[in-house]
């Protein structure tokens, strides 16, 4: 069974400093700050920005600064620098979604929905499974 995936909710981009991240992204662009968070479980420090809302919903460019050197994006920034670091996409039901994928064999980083910025319920898939790329599924608190 394949998983709808109903927009693109937000790029997550590894930054050393969430404050310099907020402000390259809101001179250049202009977008607006939606939410601020500290995700202890997940070891950021995360701000949404508003890009746009599409048909499925909105969609937000995340920064992502580690609390520690030993967290995922913390290990990710000493091994690769800042960047892209993971791709939310939208689905209607994260944990049926979850299902489906572990019944295809796709590794699963969680094997139940977290807590996510916005109120979202998330749940990331492992990128040796998905070509590469960290992804996770976003149920937003919307619904
Ligand atoms: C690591 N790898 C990646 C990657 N991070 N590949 C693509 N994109 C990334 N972001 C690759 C490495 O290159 C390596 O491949 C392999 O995965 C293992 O790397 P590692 O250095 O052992 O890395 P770990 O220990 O951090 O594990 C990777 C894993 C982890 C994806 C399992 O980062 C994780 O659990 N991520 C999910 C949670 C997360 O990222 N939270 C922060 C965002 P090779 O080929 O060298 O073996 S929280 C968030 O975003 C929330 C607030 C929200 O959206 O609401």
Same mark, same amino acid.
């Given at each position: 069974?394949?998983?709808?995936?109903?927009? *693109?909710?937000?790029?997550? *981009?590894?930054?050393?400093?969430?404050?310099?991240? @907020?402000?390259?992204?809101?001179?250049?662009?202009?977008?607006?700050?939606?939410?601020?968070?500290?995700?202890?479980?997940?070891?950021?420090?995360?701000?949404?920005?508003?890009?746009?809302?599409?048909?499925? #919903?909105?969609?937000?460019?995340?920064? $992502?600064?580690? $609390?520690?050197?030993?967290?995922?994006? #913390?290990?990710?920034?000493?091994?690769? &620098?800042?960047?892209?670091?993971? @791709?939310?996409?939208?689905?209607?039901?994260?944990?049926?979604?979850?299902?489906? /994928?572990?019944?295809? #064999?796709?590794?699963?980083?969680?094997?139940?929905?977290?807590?996510?910025?916005? &109120?979202?319920? *998330?749940?990331? /898939?492992?990128?040796?499974?998905? #070509?590469?790329?960290?992804?996770? /599924?976003?149920?937003?608190?919307?619904?």
């Amino acid at each position: 069974m394949t998983v709808p995936l109903t927009r *693109i909710d937000h790029v997550g *981009i590894a930054v050393r400093d969430l404050n310099a991240g @907020i402000d390259l992204y809101t001179s250049l662009f202009g977008l607006t700050v939606a939410g601020r968070e500290t995700n202890e479980a997940q070891g950021v420090r995360e701000a949404m920005l508003s890009v746009a809302d599409s048909p499925g #919903g909105a969609s937000y460019v995340q920064l $992502l600064e580690p $609390l520690g050197p030993d967290t995922p994006v #913390g290990r990710f920034l000493a091994a690769r &620098g800042e960047g892209v670091h993971h @791709i939310g996409y939208g689905v209607d039901d994260v944990a049926a979604s979850l299902a489906a /994928l572990r019944e295809q #064999g796709v590794r699963l980083v969680d094997e139940r929905p977290r807590h996510g910025s916005l &109120g979202a319920s *998330i749940a990331f /898939l492992h990128p040796k499974s998905v #070509g590469g790329v960290l992804t996770e /599924l976003v149920q937003s608190a919307a619904g």
